[in-house]
């Protein structure tokens, strides 16, 4: 995790730009108080200015995220060379997959938003220049929180910048899915979504230590169903974050909760093992998708909210971000679920990362996914009942996976059922919030 765009005020940098020390006397952003500075966008309704030292030598100093965390000066060439530095380092010590934190703020120019500049997509060109030359093994993934289309732009040309960018759009996609009951937008969308090259893919995940970021849908979603999703989420018994816009207004700019209280509302009298299924339901839709999956790990455990946390530190974030003791995390309805998933989705390279996709559209009551391995040697059908309703939909199996011969059956990779090939012209009968991983059979003489 390199957090690149800040550093700690706690820090030997910082300490020693107050200090007025070389060479970190331009390591930070120094503004005066009469600059404007209205048109930078503004990820959280705090000030971006703080004042540091002591008068009457105190400074404003550009702070993005909070007074803790000071900007620093990409327009000083010994900073650019201690962050490459550091990414070497990492890589030295075995890093593989390298996250770039909050990339997006990384270039600050007077007058413009300083979000997505030129600049900011050169400085990470040259990191990817740097790393193809000494480590091309290692694959920068951008953690970008902003509008989907934005969020994109950090593949560049497919060859030049990421490798992997973080899927914003999914978590509140996916949330607004089983809300609504209807998958319909989530096809659309999912659709519509397509790699510069194949070298390239989406860092897919439904929750992590932040909240559900609500920026990578505001073009996708319409403000009354962003609203909707909001008001949900505190009935759930989460908490909302605001940004500061250029107005003056206070926009929800993240939903703090638990990603199994944000699908089941904690107070309400519903049975555990319905909630488990759509949680579950939940972590298929985000497993099926093309790309890698990002599994968090109170995911993994089925945890719930920790409100204490939150009166604890004053921080609306600390809701998903409890530690447990051994004990407090020995139960298994999720975990051995999960634990099946992933051993399913590992045995077909159907789900290989830059595998193809194809969304079908059968009904907005599932969502439908065509998963095919990039030489399309292997494929999978992926259906997902996104509804508290048993659903029924018509299987052309046939064409999807090119049959042959009669012989062939089909094998729901998930429960391990079989189905005949005589049946699958007929029906699927899915029950509420029930997935299948539909896949073809393999003959054991000759792995076909």
């Known amino acids: 995790d390199a957090v690149i765009n800040h550093a700690s005020a706690q820090g030997g940098w910082f300490k020693a730009f107050l200090r007025n020390e070389e060479p970190y006397r331009d390591y930070f952003i120094v503004v005066d108080k009469d600059v404007d500075l209205s048109k930078v966008v503004r990820p959280r309704a705090l000030p971006l200015l703080h004042s540091f030292g002591e008068p009457p030598d105190d400074q404003l100093i550009w702070t993005t995220f909070s007074a803790d965390q000071v900007d620093l000066n990409y327009r000083s060439p010994q900073v650019l060379l201690e962050i490459i530095d550091l990414l070497l380092y990492y ?7 390298i996250r770039l934190d909050a990339v997006a703020y990384l270039w600050k ?10 600049q900011t997509h050169l400085v990470i060109q040259l990191f990817r220049a740097v790393l193809d030359d000494v480590a091309p093994q290692v694959k920068l993934i951008t953690e970008t929180n902003v509008p989907h289309k934005d969020n994109i732009s950090y593949f560049g040309d497919g060859h030049n910048e990421a490798q992997l960018v973080y899927n914003f759009a999914l978590p509140p996609l996916v949330l607004h899915t089983f809300y609504t009951g209807s998958a319909g937008q989530l096809s659309k969308w999912a659709g519509s979504i397509n790699p510069p090259s194949g070298q390239v893919t989406f860092l897919n995940f439904l929750a992590s230590h932040d909240g559900i970021g609500l920026n990578p849908v505001r073009e996708i979603l319409s403000d009354q169903a962003i609203d909707a999703m909001t008001q949900r989420v505190l009935m759930n018994g989460g908490l909302v974050s605001y940004k500061q816009n250029s107005d003056g207004t206070k926009s929800p700019y993240e939903l703090n909760i638990n990603y199994f209280d944000a699908l089941s509302n904690p107070g309400r009298h519903e049975s555990l093992e319905i909630q488990v299924d759509r949680f579950m339901a939940a972590q298929v839709i985000m497993l099926s998708l093309a790309g890698m999956p990002g599994i968090y790990f109170h995911s993994i455990f089925g945890s719930r909210g920790w409100l204490a946390g939150v009166e604890k530190t004053g921080n609306n974030r600390a809701i998903n971000r409890q530690r447990f003791t051994v004990e407090e995390i020995e139960r298994h309805k999720v975990f051995a679920r999960y634990q099946a998933l992933l051993r399913a989705r590992m045995a077909s390279q159907a789900f290989h990362p830059y595998g193809a996709q194809t969304i079908l559209e059968y009904d907005d009551a599932v969502f439908a996914i065509v998963r095919r391995s990039p030489q399309a040697a292997e494929t999978v059908l992926c259906i997902i009942n996104v509804t508290d309703r048993s659903q029924t939909i018509s299987l052309d199996l046939g064409n999807i996976f090119g049959f042959i011969h009669k ?21 699927l009968r899915l029950l509420p919030y029930q997935s299948c991983w539909l896949a073809r059979k393999q003959d054991k003489a000759t792995g076909h």
């Not at 890589?91 to 997959?97: P, R, Y």
């Open 91 to 97: 890589i030295s010590m075995g890093a593989d997959f």
């Open 109 to 118: 120019e007077i007058g413009t938003p300083c979000i997505h500049l030129p």
């Open 407 to 427: 012989e062939v059956d089909i094998v729901d990779l998930i429960s391990g059922q079989r189905l005949l090939y005589e049946q699958t012209n007929s029906t």
